[in-house]
Nanobody, 122 residues
Framework: QVQLMESGGGLVQPGGSLRLSCTAS????????MGWYRQAPGKQRELVAT???????AYADSVKGRFTISRDNAKNTVYLQMNSLKPEDTAVYYC????????????????WGQGTQVTVSS
C-alpha cells in the first residue's frame, strides 16, 4: 500500500506565497517521478509541475517563473514553492507519484494524494 500525504494548502492573498509538501510512504521500491496537478471548479485536472528521479523538471506555462518544484529523494518528498500567486491559481492541488512498489514489478504505477485546497483571494 502506498500513501501520498500532502500539506501546506490554505488561503493567501494575491501576490503571496505558499509551499506545498507531499511525502510518499508504504511499499516503495523506486519513485520515477513526483509532481503536482491541480483542478479548479468546473475544469479538468491539469499538470502544474513534475520532477523526475534524475532531476529533470517540467512546468505548466501558466506557472513558469512563479512556481518551483523540488524533491528530496531520500525522504520520498516533493515540494512546490508557489510565489506571486494569482486568483486563477485557486484549485485543489493533488500530489502525484509514478513508482515501482518492488524490484519485481513489471511496470510502474500512478498514485495520487487526496488533494489540498489552495485559495488565492483578497
Amino acid at each position: 500500500q502506498v500513501q501520498l500525504m500532502e500539506s501546506g494548502g490554505g488561503l493567501v492573498q494575491p501576490g503571496g506565497s505558499l509551499r506545498l509538501s507531499c511525502t510518499a510512504s508504504g511499499s516503495i521500491f523506486r519513485i520515477n517521478a513526483m509532481g503536482w496537478y491541480r483542478q479548479a471548479p468546473g475544469k479538468q485536472r491539469e499538470l502544474v509541475a513534475t520532477a523526475t528521479i534524475s532531476g529533470n523538471t517540467a512546468y505548466a506555462d501558466s506557472v513558469k517563473g512563479r512556481f518551483t518544484i523540488s524533491r528530496d529523494n531520500a525522504k520520498n518528498t516533493v515540494y512546490l514553492q508557489m510565489n506571486s500567486l494569482k486568483p486563477e491559481d485557486t484549485a485543489v492541488y493533488y500530489c502525484h507519484a509514478n513508482l515501482y512498489i518492488s524490484r519485481w514489478s513489471p511496470s510502474s504505477a500512478d498514485y495520487w494524494g487526496q488533494g489540498t485546497q489552495v485559495t488565492v483571494s483578497s
